[in-house]
């Protein structure tokens, strides 16, 4: 999906001369605005300057509320010919944070031409996706960063987000939906959920209302996305494929998985051998992800061990600590309360991450945060990590005391960087979507066109090539 640079095209709101903030004048800046401004040095210094916070050089001052004192009525910079250096080089020199790139009209506009250019290389035909949610908590990161649940949700809809496609979440109210997707508010909870209880019954109500009243009236290629499993396998689709993305969990139903592993999905076919005897063929296997940018290599590691997950034996808890010990290094355990950059800056300093999981693991997100950071991830070796770990180039898979602790031996000498690239090209946004926009547009050909014998029916043309019989 390699496309042209869509060039930065400041729409003058003016938002970014509101910001809060310093604009530092030098010497020769003060000597052209003054210039601009048929004015003496002197003169503009004392109607137009103030000294710097940090006592280091002069900034122009502020209207009052805030704005630079430069910014007209129309938004319009009144000395844009001369203006300092710090402000011609927005935002091609800046690092803008994304809350700012929010208030920033260019940046939006950038973005949904992104988005546009994404949706078109892709060539999804993909009108709209219906994404059922979280059936228990609001969508909403900040508030619930420790339920995985509403962290698949949240990066399924920027996925969505991500390549273009329209898309509805159907969630608890006081959902925040990321990107553009529309909202489809279920209510609250009226209690636990179980299959079958009242709740499951009440939200399946709700579920059919909500999807009634938004799936279109025409031939839109429509896809039902179910990322709760068995809490919406009663509702009625009216027709439409139904399909789990970033499937997690033991209590799929559908004829459209997609598993984040060869290891989860043969778990799950073993689980469910009378499903599976002849229903198995449209399902795929695409790694989760996350957004890259939330990681980073940290400037210095520390020489301490990290286990972040539950605290519990099945995780392989105690082989860590085994190791630790063995190693005569520090082990940090984070059982919860982990999230955001604090998250990232733990992982990254850590000499490595232990993932020493006894059963076998669905994904593991964790593995492919620490290779984002460019921390090297030592594990069994078994489940989805003999997919994830690059034995010797990312991390160690271990099977014996031995081998965790040579594993630890050898960490350090794994090269950062290529950890990061390796996660970067196989888990970020950017790698997984293409996948994910193949997959929607095969699971809406075979389930509109015949199934197996649907024509060129091909999950993803980009590892088929063309067909050598045309
Ligand atoms: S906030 Fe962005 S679009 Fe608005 S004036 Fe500044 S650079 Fe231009
Ligand atoms: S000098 Fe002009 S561009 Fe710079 S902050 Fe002031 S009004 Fe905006």
């Not at 001369?17 to 003054?34: H, L, M, Q």
């Not at 159907?170 to 508010?185: K, L, M, R, T």
């Not at 399909?243 to 689980?271: M, N």
Request: hydrophobic share 35%.
């Amino acid at each position: 999906m390699t496309s042209n640079p869509i060039p930065f095209v400041c729409k003058c709101c003016g938002a970014c001369c509101r910001w809060p903030g310093i604009v530092r004048v030098n010497t020769d800046e003060i000597r052209a605005i003054a210039a601009h401004l048929s004015l003496s040095e002197d003169d503009f210094r004392d109607q137009y300057t103030r000294l710097a916070p940090d006592r280091t050089s002069l900034i122009l001052t502020e209207a009052p509320g805030g704005a630079c004192i430069f910014l007209d009525a129309a938004n319009r910079c009144r000395i844009n010919p001369v203006k300092p250096e710090q402000c011609r080089g927005f935002p091609e020199k800046w690092n803008v944070p994304p809350e700012y790139q929010q208030l920033c009209a260019g940046f939006r506009a950038l973005a949904s031409a992104k988005k546009q250019q994404r949706r078109a290389a892709s060539s999804c035909g993909i009108g709209h996706i219906h994404v059922l949610g979280h059936p228990l908590l609001p969508l909403s990161v900040e508030d619930a960063p420790a339920d995985a649940q509403v962290f698949t949700c949240h990066n399924f809809c920027l996925l969505l987000d991500y390549l273009g496609i329209p898309f509805t979440y159907y969630g608890i109210s006081g959902s925040q939906v990321p990107g553009e997707g529309n909202f489809a508010d279920c209510g609250r909870p009226t209690g636990p959920w179980r299959y079958g209880n009242r709740w499951h019954k009440t939200y399946t109500q709700r579920l059919n209302r909500q999807l009634a009243k938004r799936l279109s009236n025409d031939r839109t290629p429509e896809i039902i996305c179910s990322l709760y499993g068995a809490a919406q396998a009663d509702i009625d689709p009216a027709g439409r494929p139904v399909s789990e993305p970033l499937l997690g969990y033991d209590h799929c139903w559908t004829p459209y998985r997609v598993f984040p592993s060869y290891a989860h999905q043969h778990v799950i076919y073993a689980k469910q051998e009378d499903f599976t005897k002849n229903n198995r063929f449209f399902d795929t296997v695409i790694p989760h992800f996350v957004n890259a940018d939330d990681y980073w290599i940290a400037a210095h590691s520390d020489d301490y061990l990290l286990y972040l997950g539950r605290d519990a034996a099945d995780k392989g808890i105690d082989i860590a600590r085994q190791c630790a010990d063995a190693c005569k290094l520090p082990l940090q355990c984070v059982h919860d309360n982990c999230f955001g950059a604090d998250k990232s800056e733990l992982i990254a300093r850590a000499r490595a991450v232990l993932m020493p999981t006894l059963y076998v693991e669905p994904f593991g997100y964790v593995a492919i945060e620490a290779q984002f950071c460019g921390t090297p991830v030592i594990t069994t070796d078994w489940g989805a990590f003999t997919e994830t770990i690059v034995h010797g180039v990312t991390g160690f898979r271990c099977r014996t005391a031995a081998e965790f602790n040579r594993a630890v031996a050898l960490a350090p000498s794994l090269n950062r960087q290529a950890i990061r690239k390796y996660a970067c090209d196989h888990y970020s946004i950017e790698a997984v979507a293409p996948a994910y926009a193949a997959y929607f547009d095969f699971v809406w050909n075979v389930h509109k066109n015949g199934g197996y014998y649907a024509p060129d029916a091909i999950r993803d043309q980009r590892q088929w090539g063309n067909s050598p019989f045309a």
